[in-house]
């Protein structure tokens, strides 16, 4: 298994571009989440979802869309990039809720808009 | 919605000596504690996690306790090594949407000298 696979690794954006971010999992898990990881903080969930065709926002969605069309893949878009989106993403998955079991994350995603 | 606060930021301690790192949340229906270690550059990764029917919980050189009452868990490193350096996260549950999602603390930034 390859587990929580992110992608790109880095990317530079010019303010206004638009991106998405890919995350495919292979564990079959029903729950996935994005992060959002700024230096010296913690984790700030941006969006989730429970199962393919269901999504909900986390504590920071602003500026972000996600979908849910297969049970692997979990695409995180940024449609109008911002300086303030500069930051780490980390895409995750568990089998059940994320607040009963333990969570795997991909390797993440280094962004940052100029 | 969940507030966990995570204290030191930073800590240094010398090798074979222990570490401690103290976590506090704010709801009382928080059941579910896990904790993250993220080395430099990688993926977060659950090290150890406890539910709220246990006040202890021990892996090798790892144990984290829970006081319930205190609404506070803490994770203990005890004869700490240079790869015990990392950041370490804690994290507890908050209800959001149809699922309960994790909060996380800040992190604490832990360097074993040797």
């Known amino acids: 298994n390859a587990g929580v696979t992110q992608t790109p690794k880095f990317r530079i954006l010019k303010i206004g571009q638009s991106m998405t971010l890919q995350c495919t999992q292979d564990?079959?898990?029903?729950?996935m989440y994005w992060y959002r990881q700024d230096p010296g903080m913690g984790l700030k969930l941006i969006y989730y979802?429970?199962?393919?065709?269901?999504?909900d926002k986390g504590e920071v969605p602003n500026g972000y869309n996600v979908s849910r069309s297969t049970t692997e893949d979990f695409p995180l878009r940024l449609e109008l990039a911002a300086p303030s989106q500069t930051s780490v993403y980390f895409c995750?998955?568990?089998?059940?809720?994320?607040?009963?079991?333990?969570?795997?994350f991909g390797q993440g995603t280094r962004l940052t808009v100029v | 919605g969940e507030n966990v606060e995570q204290h030191p930021s930073t800590l240094s301690v010398q090798e074979g000596d222990s570490a401690v790192i103290k976590c506090t949340y704010s709801?009382?229906?928080?059941?579910?504690f896990p904790w993250y270690k993220q080395e430099l550059g990688k993926r977060p990764q659950l090290i150890i996690d406890?539910?709220?029917?246990?006040g202890e919980k021990k892996d090798q050189r790892i144990a984290v306790t829970l006081n319930k009452t205190a609404k506070h868990f803490s994770l203990h490193i005890t004869e700490t090594q240079p790869e015990d350096s990392a950041v370490y996260f804690c994290a507890a549950p908050r209800p959001s949407g149809s699922a309960r999602q994790l909060t996380f603390g800040s992190g604490t930034q832990l360097t074993v000298l040797p």
């Open positions: 564990m079959n898990h029903n729950y």
């Open positions: 995750a998955s568990s089998y059940i809720s994320g607040g009963d079991t333990e969570a795997f």
């Open positions: 979802s429970v199962g393919a065709g269901i999504t």
């Open positions: 709801d009382s229906a928080s059941n579910y």
């Open positions: 406890i539910r709220s029917n246990v």
